[in-house]
Nanobody
Framework: QVQLVEVGGGFVQAGGSLRLSCAAS????????MGWFRQAPGKEREFVAA????????YYTGSVEGRFIISRDNAKNTVYLQMNSLKPEDTAVYYC?????????????????????WGQGTQVTVSS
């Protein structure tokens, strides 16, 4: 049974930092590309960041470029999202997801429908 468990969310003031972790079990982690998505109240789920199987390729949505860093440790079956210079508009539930897709096009990294497994989410709240 595949499980993705996110931890690290919380309440932080604008300008602060948080580090999210997502631990995977029940799958061969290195066979999956990993992504982070988020959903704010009343809004659609949106792509945040993604990383290739070996970590050599990363993509970010424009609003977090330069502030967030996605990384992974295949030995620990864990993907991370380091979030710096947080803004109130970053407030959302953050989800990690795993994809078996092999396409190299950015579109496939960013598309939620390409991810087969999802975590339960962790709340991030940024106050102004």
């Amino acid at each position: 049974q595949v499980q993705l468990v996110e931890v690290g969310g919380g309440f932080v003031q604008a300008g602060g930092s948080l580090r999210l972790s997502c631990a995977a079990s029940g799958l061969t982690f290195s066979n999956f590309r990993m992504g982070w998505f988020r959903q704010a109240p009343g809004k659609e789920r949106e792509f945040v960041a993604a990383i290739s199987r070996r970590g050599g390729v990363t993509y970010y949505t424009g609003s977090v470029e330069g502030r967030f860093i996605i990384s992974r440790d295949n030995a620990k079956n864990t993907v991370y999202l380091q979030m710096n210079s947080l803004k109130p508009e970053d407030t959302a539930v953050y989800y990690c997801a795993a994809s078996t897709d092999y396409s190299t096009y950015r579109f496939y990294y960013e598309t939620a429908e390409k991810y087969a497994y999802w975590g339960q989410g962790t709340q991030v709240t940024v106050s102004s």
